[in-house]
């Protein structure tokens, strides 16, 4: 059983104006609240002192509550159990707060996103991820504005007091992006996100400009959080040269459930006798393969070329224009739910969260 988590701090307006929307801050740690440590390297700061640096948060129209995991992180050691985590969260509070925003470092963000994703089913309220590439404490932080505009599209609502975005999405810089659908790019620059697949949902420019026609629409059933993930996964990217004896020991680690394999194209993959052959005994071992393509932009196709008809016949599932980041997080959802073999992959190739086009 988890330790229920204090809320941290609470700003309300500081002017005495009525709060408009009542949100929850999910904080996680990352560069938004790092400062340089005594070995001048960056490292996670504690929420209570990067609410120091966001005085603004008091002139909000709005009622911001804040919760941190007890040890803030880089978000490079970011695991399954903070996903379960912060969804179990996002539970215990849904009915309290009208939005949510997770607080969260860049490098997985795209991972964390698309994981809340499938395990917040039939979600009516947003829950927006959000970032920085230089700390809050900096001149030229990017995290006053991410931060600022993510509570604004976390407060959101249309007129009848619906949502206006009520999925798991991510923004960065000027853009709203699906969770699911969401990918890092950028490692020094500012436009640190993209979504190749799928437009913008919001996009934030001296006002907030949203595409209702690509939002998610209300659920008509319930809330239902899941709480399994199964991390009996691998990613297995294919190059030149790969050999028999590397894609052996990935899809042959023991207990292994599902692999990713990242292809070429438009999914395609080599067509040696040994390289089918491996495929075939661990298809024929229950593991679950799933054709995700290394091209950003685009679609699996399995059977337009030879190269990936011969995928096909041994029990591969097209992954159409998943990413990776979304496509490592369904298998572990999936898997967790622990169906059977042909509803496991019925589930993998279905659309779940709005993480692939079904044409
Ligand atoms: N290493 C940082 C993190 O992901 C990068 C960032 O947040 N910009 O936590």
Known sequence: MRAVLPVISIHTAANGDPANASILVIY???????????HGVLA?????????????????????????????????????????????????????YDGFVVLHGTDTMAY???ALGYLLENLAKPVVFTGAQVPVGRI??????????????????????TARVPEVSLFFNTLLLRGTRAKKV????????????????VRAGIKLEFTDSLIRPL??????????LDDHVTILKLFPGI??????????????????????????????????????????????ILN???????????????????????????????????AITKLMFVLGLGRSAAETARLLTSDLRGEISVL
């Open 186 to 201: 950028e490692s020094q620059h500012f436009a640190a996100f993209k979504s190749e697949n799928l437009p913008p949902l």
């Open 219 to 228: 659920p008509t059933e319930p809330l239902q959080v899941h709480t399994h």
């Open 140 to 161: 030229r932080t990017d995290a006053r504005r991410n931060f600022i505009t993510a509570l604004d599209i976390a407060a959101a609502r249309h007129p009848d007091g």
């Open 243 to 288: 050999t028999e004896a590397v894609v052996n020991s990935i899809l042959g680690v023991k207990g292994l459930r599902g692999c990713i394999l990242e292809t070429y194209g438009s999914g395609n993959a080599p067509t040696q006798p040994w390289f089918l052959r491996c495929l075939e005994v661990a298809h024929n071992r229950g593991v679950h």
């Open 292 to 326: 995700v393509s290394q091209c950003e932009e685009g679609r699996v196709e399995q059977g337009r070329y030879e190269t990936s008809a011969s995928l096909l016949a041994r029990g591969v599932l097209g992954g159409d224009d998943i990413t990776t980041e979304a």
């Open 44 to 96: 996670p700061m504690r929420f209570s002192e990067v609410n120091k640096l966001m005085p603004e948060l008091r002139h909000l129209r709005m009622r911001v509550s804040v919760l941190s995991l007890p040890d803030p992180i880089d978000s490079s050691n970011v695991t399954p159990t903070n996903w379960l985590m912060m969804a179990a969260i996002i539970q215990e509070n849904y009915d309290q």
């Open 28 to 38: 996680t740690g990352g560069t938004v609240g790092m400062a340089y440590n005594k």
């Open 112 to 114: 964390s996103a698309s």
